[in-house]
C-alpha cells in the first residue's frame, strides 16, 4: 500500500471508525439496553406546563434514537406553540404511518429512553415571529407522503428539522454530527446554502458531503457518518460520539 494510501486508511480509521467503536462499547456497557416497547418516554423535565407559559415558545430537541442505532444516530423533533395557546404542539418525521406526527409523543420526552438535549430555544415576540415559517414549511414539506420516509441516507427526522430550520435561519442552530439525515439534499440542491445561512455546503444525495459555515463549522460526511470541528465554540464532531468540547 503506499504511504498516501496508508495515511488516508489509517485516518479513516481515527476519526470515523475509532469513535463509533468507542460509541459502540458505551452502549453495550451501559445499563440503558431495554425493550423499546418499555422504554421511558415521559417528560425530561425541559418545558414547564403550557398553561403556564403565555408567551410562543420554539424548541428543537435531539435525543439518541431506538434501541443499537443510538449508538450513531440521533432523533430530532420541533415543538411551538403560538401566544396565548394553552397546549404545545409537537412534530416529529417517522416511519409510521403518515411521517409527520402530531403531538403522537410528550413534547419534551424522552425518545425511548434517551434523554433529550435543547439544540434551539426561542421564545416570547422572537418565537412568535418564527411560527408563520416553521409552520408553512411543515405544512408544505415535500415529503409528506406514506412511503417517502427514508431511514438512510434520508428523508428522515432528522432531515425533516433541517428543512424547518432552513426556513428560519435566524435560529443560528445547528443539529447534532449524530443527526444522520440532515445533510440529505430535502430541497433538491446537492449545492447551497448551510440551514444558518452562515455558509454552504456540497452533498450527493446524502452519502458524501462537504459543510463550510460559521454556525455548523467544518463537517466531512461520508455515508452519512460526520467528522469535523466546531469553529464558534471549539470542539470536535465525531461519528457516534458527536461533538467533543475543546
Known sequence: MRPVLRIAFLAFVIVFLAPIAVSAA????????????????SSAGLLPPAARKPEAVVRV?????????GIVATHSWIVVKGPGERAYRRFDYTAW??????????????WFGSVPEVVFAADGAEAE????RIRETIATYRYAKIGDYRLWPGPNSNTFVAAVMSAVPEMRASLPATAIGKDFPYDGRWV?????????RINLGGYVGLTVAWVEGVEVNLLGAVAGFDLRRPGLKLPGLGRVGI
Do not use: E, H, K, Q
Open 26 to 41: 458505551r452502549y453495550y456497557l451501559s445499563n440503558d439496553i431495554a425493550d423499546w416497547r418499555s422504554a421511558d418516554r
Open 61 to 69: 430537541f435531539s435525543a439518541r434514537t431506538v434501541s443499537w442505532r
Open 192 to 200: 447551497g446554502p448551510t440551514p444558518s445561512g452562515t455558509g454552504f
Open 97 to 110: 404511518g403518515l411521517p409527520i406526527w402530531v403531538d403522537r409523543f410528550v413534547p419534551d420526552g424522552r
Open 129 to 132: 415571529r418564527m411560527l408563520p
